[in-house]
């Protein structure tokens, strides 16, 4: 690792522990339905779309009639958006006259933009109208994105709450956070990105001609305004097809570093939200403190991987652009205006905050580089994970990991007053195991069907780490993927289109179970045995739990995948 990258993650990293309290602040406010500074402006917006909607936001909702009316709503957007699709060739703000989108491919990104999972099968630019685009897919950015923060805000009041019946309101929690939260902040990133070169506009693509007198289209299109949302929603789906690789989506090294932190800055918020909501702003650091180690911990090992190349490549005499000091690293797959270290940094930043964007190509990765993006969705996506999304999945680990601690001192295990008792982790297990069914499952009949293996471009244990990441990416909702994969198919639309809906709803409503539960519980008081949730020993105790946890369930398969293609790539074999 060369010192400037060494200097820049520590730079980002300060960067969002400083913007971590302001968030986590504002949110609270928000969410408290304390004054803020937008409450001129916004509480009569509000208003309104309550009154246009029917519903009273001010009603206290139990665990079950939240999770259906998020399961209603979101239900709704999905068929919304799967008939914008079939139906685009007749809708208008469509220069270009795109035709339908297949079937499959429909029904696999609406259900991969209502989850927030934004797996793209296809190439955008060619294939979605600016109406698709704009109404369709960045309306879902915002739709997807304030369900993961209202589930986490649910999940907080649940700890917070004494006796109570309710967890909130779901229209009051994903109204807010679209107008208090997402809106602002999308609208000034959108400008920035303008001033720094990112196209906004609507017009159709451009046909110019090349050097060598060969015509090539020059696609447009409002890309500024979803490239905002995509990364502080964590969506990762781009306007085009080379996502944030694509000069008019990432122009510059200045565009690159803004985008890494809108990717982080709401979901690192949340662990601050947590601590003030429940009385205890140390847990939230605690948390936050064991997703930092983690982060680091995965963005030093692919910064290595990649900085150290491939031998085979370095017997050849490929050597590393000079961009990167001529180490002999890997530059295979990478932006020059980025290089190696920008991209090792951005694709741990995206895998751990499943946001799916992506700068570099995750496929040309060294086997170690690219394990580190497939194992961190495969937590769980917690390492700051999704908005909202990183925090209730946390959630879980600290729900087990209070559990074990428990057991090691012989008493009920407490977390912040309440009880744990055995069916919060019953119901934590049922979320970890529906998880890992859904990428486990569907890899192995991926692995032995015709219809899976045909897609596949690379053989041996990298065609297994293809349809692994594809799976690991659906499920954990993160979205991006090995490109040698062919997933555009009816096969891998389908399964990926389950696979994504699993790993979203099916998984969430045992979280919202063990809230209510909690809700409902009253508070005892901290007592000499009562483990503190409040340091070190916690945020390592809790790391730990999520290592352990991953590496019984998926080490296997990445056994025969990245790690036995690192050993043969030593003993010179390609694939």
Known sequence: MTTINFVEILVYLAIIVALTPLMGGYMKRVFSGERTFLDPVLRPIERAIYRACGVNASQDQGWVDWTVTMLIVNAASLVILYAMQRLQQWLPFNPNKFGPVSPDSSWNTAVSFTTNTNWQGYSGESTMSHLTQMAGLALHNFLSAATGIAIAVAVIRGVAREKAKGIGNFWFDCTRSILWVLLPISLVAALFLVSRGVVQNFRADVVVKTVEGVEQKIAQGPVASQEAIKELGTNG??????????????????????????????????????????????????????????????????????????????????????????????????????????????????????????????????????????????????????????????????????FIAGLMVGRTPEYLGKKIEAHEVKLAMLSVLILTLCILGFSAAAAVLPAGLSSLNNRGPHGLSEILYAYISGAGNNGSAFAGLNANTPFWNTTLGFDMFFGRFFMLIPILGIAGSLAAKKKVPESAGTFPVTGPIFSFLLVSVIVIVGALTFFPAFSLGPIVEQLLMKAGTLF
């Open 237 to 402: 789906g781009g306007f085009f097809n080379a996502n944030s690789a694509h000069p008019y989506e990432n122009p510059t090294p200045g565009t690159n570093f803004l985008e890494m932190i809108l990717i982080f800055a709401v979901g690192a918020g949340l662990t601050n939200t947590l601590g003030r909501m429940t009385g205890s702003v140390r847990h939230g650091w605690a948390v936050f403190g064991a997703m930092a180690l983690m982060f680091l911990a995965g963005v030093f090992v692919c910064e290595w991987a990649e900085q150290k190349g491939n031998p085979i490549h370095q017997k050849l005499g490929v050597a590393a652009a000079p961009t990167d000091g001529g180490t002999g690293g890997n530059m295979e797959g990478k932006e020059v205006r980025f290089g190696i270290g920008d991209s090792a940094l951005f694709a741990t930043i995206t895998t751990d905050a499943s946001c799916g964007a992506i700068n570099s190509w995750h496929d040309s990765f060294t086997p170690i580089g690219g394990l580190v993006p497939m194992a961190n969705i495969a937590t769980g996506e917690v390492i700051v994970g999704g908005v909202g999304a990183g925090l209730y999945g946390m959630f879980l680990f600290i729900v087990l990991a209070v």
